[in-house]
């Protein structure tokens, strides 16, 4: 198998380089391509996202994963947040960017021509990345197939209201604890400016009406942060849509940070083969 860890993707329009790992066996066969997008406060090797990408690479695909160019990371250091600045003027337009770039980079990049078959294209995200890869195939044809692990129905509900937001637009900056790096991580109103402008196109309910390609949405019934209700609503919003419920799977998918395991949780085990069932199947 093939990794390649750290590759320094040019972001064409947010002068930040995207940190991205490709995982393959190298044997000149065109494979589907993978493309995975981390969420909120995330990143590329959080927990067993290693793990599930080497069990991808092994079935035949080609899996790529990658850091938002501003979620805080950097390619000496993909892990603990060391550019807080980025982290926060990050904002969802910015990751569909990111997105956009990511896919160009892959399918134009001449060493992976002959392992990659263009035709084929899933884009799988988790949690708030999973409302950006929802948006992000509704809008590119090039996509085939559609997963969302864990993923949300809506961004403008998880924005704060009243005398929170008031506040916020006061002081221009809010912040929230990492409890595991215990820093205080920024957020600029910018952030909440940028979502109200461009609002219609960040509605995942109006990306999902759109969805005509098969659709996967796979929950945990014990999720806290993304409640089964937004599973059931995407599944709603596009009854042609797969609704994959998991028993007593949690918000990270049975995974922590750090991972000291050589084998994945077994709820996230079960993820990436119901994953891959979906991918291959014609």
């Not at 209201?161 to 006061?170: I, N, T």
């Amino acid at each position: 198998m093939k990794i390649i860890k750290n590759i320094a993707v040019n972001s064409t329009q947010h002068a930040k380089p995207i940190a991205t790992d490709v995982f393959f066996i190298k044997n000149n066969t065109k494979k589907p391509l993978v493309i995975f997008c981390h969420g909120y406060k995330g990143y590329k090797d959080w927990g067993a996202w290693n793990l599930a990408a080497k069990v991808f690479a092994k079935k035949s695909l080609f899996f790529v994963k990658f850091n938002f160019s501003h979620n805080g990371g950097t390619i000496e250091n993909p892990i603990d947040f060391p550019d807080l600045q980025a982290f926060g003027e990050n904002n969802f337009i910015k990751e569909l960017d990111d997105l956009d770039d990511i896919i160009d980079w892959v399918l134009n990049n001449p060493m992976f021509k002959n392992e990659i078959n263009p035709e084929r294209i899933t884009l799988i995200g988790h949690s708030r990345g999973g409302g950006i890869v929802t948006i992000k195939a509704s809008e590119n044809k090039k996509i085939t197939k559609l997963i969302s692990w864990a993923g949300v129905s809506d961004f403008g509900a998880r924005f704060p209201r009243g005398e929170q937001l008031a506040a916020w637009k006061e002081q221009g900056i809010s912040y929230i604890l990492n409890s595991r790096t215990n820093q205080k991580m920024p957020h600029l109103y910018s952030f909440f400016q940028n979502f109200k402008e461009n609002e219609t196109r960040l509605t995942i309910k109006n990306a999902v009406n759109k969805i005509k390609i098969p659709h996967l949405i796979i929950q945990g019934e014990n999720d806290e942060v993304v409640l089964p209700i937004e599973a059931k609503n995407l599944h709603s919003w596009n009854p042609k849509s797969e609704l994959f419920f998991i028993k007593e799977m949690n918000h990270p998918l049975g995974s922590s940070q750090p991972h000291k395991s050589s084998s994945m949780p077994i709820h996230l085990k079960k993820v990436v083969m119901k994953s891959i069932d979906f991918i291959l199947k014609k």
